[in-house]
Nanobody
Framework: QVRLVESGGGLVQAGGSLRLSCAAS????????VGWFRQAPGKEREFVAV????????YYADSVKGRFTISRDNAKNTVYLQMNSLKPDDTAVYCC?????????????????????WGRGTQVTVSS
């Protein structure tokens, strides 16, 4: 069993930055791929980014490409999401999720059902 805990959310003005962290306890993250998803009130859960176990493969939603960066430190059992140039549309609860496979599943990385373990999320609010 892997327990995931997100942190780093908060209130920020448009154009600002935040760095989210996803820490694993219990079993480690290795060799799991880890994704970030977000859900705004009244909207479907949305894929944000994913990273392979090695960190060598990363994929992003078009809406965040060029602004967000996913990274990981396996020694610390932590995955990060650096979010820059934030917009009000980025306001959501951000959750991390782990897929117990080392690689990013082609064609499946953006689907919540691909991931086995989920954190409870951290709120990100971007004011205009």
């Amino acid at each position: 069993q892997v327990r995931l805990v997100e942190s780093g959310g908060g209130l920020v003005q448009a154009g600002g930055s935040l760095r989210l962290s996803c820490a694993a306890s219990g079993r480690t993250f290795s060799p799991y791929a880890v994704g970030w998803f977000r859900q705004a009130p009244g909207k479907e859960r949305e894929f944000v980014a994913v990273i392979s176990w090695s960190g060598g493969n990363t994929y992003y939603a078009d809406s965040v490409k060029g602004r967000f960066t996913i990274s990981r430190d396996n020694a610390k059992n932590t995955v990060y999401l650096q979010m820059n140039s934030l917009k009000p549309d980025d306001t959501a609860v951000y959750c991390c999720a782990a897929d117990p496979t080392p690689t990013v599943r082609p064609g499946a990385w953006s689907y919540p059902r691909t991931y086995t373990y989920w954190g409870r999320g951290t709120q990100v609010t971007v004011s205009s």
